[in-house]
């Protein structure tokens, strides 16, 4: 049984533990999202739109660094879509294609702009599934979650492991 004089010392070492290690340093309170290139000739005209974009809510609904233009920020986020892949994953007999898979590769760049220094080069990849002969929403829904995977992966690599 803990005495009740500790509960209290308990519970906040606890949280104190869980809110340091992994947050942005104090210094960088700002960040600039640039446009991402597309350099993937593939056929979705607002690829890199509608990936900055997302990226961009995914920053300001995680609320680690604020989202602002480029004049001042402490940081700094850019890159391009740098490949872009659609290929069956599910073959059914008589090699009938149920299944195809979206891949999305993006290279990104994030640099401290205070110290001058890059903190990452790195790319990332994921991808999404959808099947043949269904809605027609559903490929959309695969290219989504490729990108919604590939913007939390960008986000966690950009706030956390300080």
């Not at 959808?130 to 979650?145: T, V």
Request: glycine letters at 6%; charged letters at 25%.
């Amino acid at each position: 049984m803990i005495p009740a004089a500790l509960l209290p010392a308990i519970l906040l070492a606890g949280c104190f533990y869980s809110f340091t290690g992994s947050s942005v340093p104090a210094h960088l309170r700002t960040v600039v999202i640039s446009l991402f290139d597309d350099q993937t000739n593939s056929a979705e005209p607002s690829l890199r739109e509608d990936f900055t974009n997302r990226l961009i809510e995914r920053f300001r609904r995680d609320n680690s660094l604020e989202v602002t233009d480029l004049t001042g920020a402490d940081c700094a986020l850019e890159g391009s879509v740098s490949s872009f892949s659609e290929q069956p994953t599910v073959v059914a007999a008589g090699e009938t294609v149920q299944k195809f898979r979206i891949t999305v590769g993006v290279r990104a760049l994030f640099r401290d702009q205070k110290l001058k220094k890059t903190v990452y080069e790195k790319t990332f990849s994921d991808w999404g599934e959808y099947e043949i002969g269904g809605d027609p929403a559903a490929r959309k829904a695969a290219l989504d979650a490729a990108i919604d995977k590939l913007t939390e992966d960008i986000l966690l690599e950009t706030v956390s492991g300080w």
